[in-house]
């Protein structure tokens, strides 16, 4: 059994900064960040490979940074809005990433235990 431990979130004002973290217990080939806003459905936020490789939705470029190193998975937040708020969880799979196309939830067998991060306006 794979565990995936994450740290990290909290309480920050917009335009504020936040780091997320995540450790596996194996090297799984795929680490993906995804969110849960209130009320709603989960979404994929990044992803990293081993090795190295990275790809994000497009409603965080440019502001989040997925980076990958062995077992550990980080999300750098920047530029925060209320509209990011939400459960973050870290997702690994022992398979390459998925296409974007058919970048799910679904996709990814382990999963954290989730973290809340909350930005007010």
């Known amino acids: 059994q794979v565990a995936v431990l994450q740290s990290g979130g909290g309480s920050v004002q917009a335009g504020g900064s936040l780091r997320l973290s995540c450790e596996t217990t194996?090297?799984?080939?795929?680490m993906a960040w995804f969110r849960q806003p209130p009320g709603m459905e989960r979404e994929w936020v990044g992803t990293?490979?081993?090795?190295?490789r990275t790809q994000y939705a497009d409603f965080v470029k440019g502001r989040f940074t997925v980076s990958r190193h062995s077992r550990k998975l980080y999300l750098q937040m920047s530029s925060l809005k209320p509209e990011d708020t939400g459960m973050y969880f870290c997702?690994?799979?022992?398979?390459?990433?998925?296409?974007?196309?058919?970048?799910?939830?679904?996709?990814?067998?382990?999963w954290g235990q989730g973290t809340q991060v909350t930005v007010s306006s």
């Open positions: 194996a090297d799984p080939y795929c």
């Open positions: 997702a690994a799979r022992f398979a390459p990433c998925p296409n974007i196309r058919t970048m799910t939830s679904s996709a990814f067998a382990f």
């Open positions: 990293g490979e081993g090795d190295g």
